[in-house]
């Protein structure tokens, strides 16, 4: 029986499952359908995501994530930390600071020396800027629209008491504006350069936590000249806290700081978790 191997971590309540997948044992038409078995709570590992480590001709490695629904994202703020941390400490990689190739481009993380990891998230594109919104059912609302290697919409609510996170979040997910589907955050503004993100995430749901959403909910906020770009911004989430740098103006991009912790390790038999021996390793 096929067994596989894997590292359980969690960036800020994120979390993910990890696989070494250099060898490309397992099948490309099969991930999807592993990664869907795989996340799912309760019945077998469960996890927002799946993260492959793989081999890199242009980079150091090359990272790919995996949402829960088996589809595969651009990039992860909190999937980049967590994957550092691992290829690092598993010497994968030998420097603290290294490139790694995504589908949403070269990210370089920096594992530090406490175990959190640091990284620039790139430079935004921003497609709308606190344009009116309509969305049927729920009204109108003041909505950004950005990609920071991932698609995200950034809202501003003056109390999450007052929003249906998950409700709101899967209309503008799925609305008609959004061909590929997009993240969606929510964004309380809690203080001076503090504020508080919601995040329902393409293809998974509402995390505890989104590394990419938080990022660009401060480069919403820095572009709408609501924070100071000259100190780094908190950000709570309810998984922890992360920080995000702001470079001068928003359209310079943004740095992203935040744990990044191995909760275990673990393998699984694949012929029980698929009730079949569909999947099989090569």
Known sequence: MDVLNFVKMHGAGNDFIL???RGERIPEERKGELVRRLCVRRFSVGADGVLFVCRSERCDVRMRVFNADGSEAEMSG???RCFARYVYE?????RRRFDVETLGGVITPEVLEDGAVRVFMGRPSFQMLNEDFHVEGYGHFKLTALSIGNPHAVLIVRS???VDVAG???????????????NVNFVVIDGENEISVRTYERG???TLSCGTGSTASALTLAKLHLVDTRRPILVHTQGGDLTVEVLGDAENGAYLTG?????FEGRIKLGRLLHEHALRFA
């Open 168 to 182: 709101l979040g899967r209309a503008i997910e799925c609305h008609k504006a959004f061909p590929n589907r997009t």
């Open 90 to 94: 598993r010497g994968i990689v030998r």
């Open 78 to 80: 909190n999937g980049i």
């Open 204 to 206: 998974v749901g509402e």
């Open 160 to 162: 999450f008491d007052e």
């Open 259 to 263: 744990p990044a912790e191995e909760v």
């Open 19 to 21: 696989i070494d997948d």
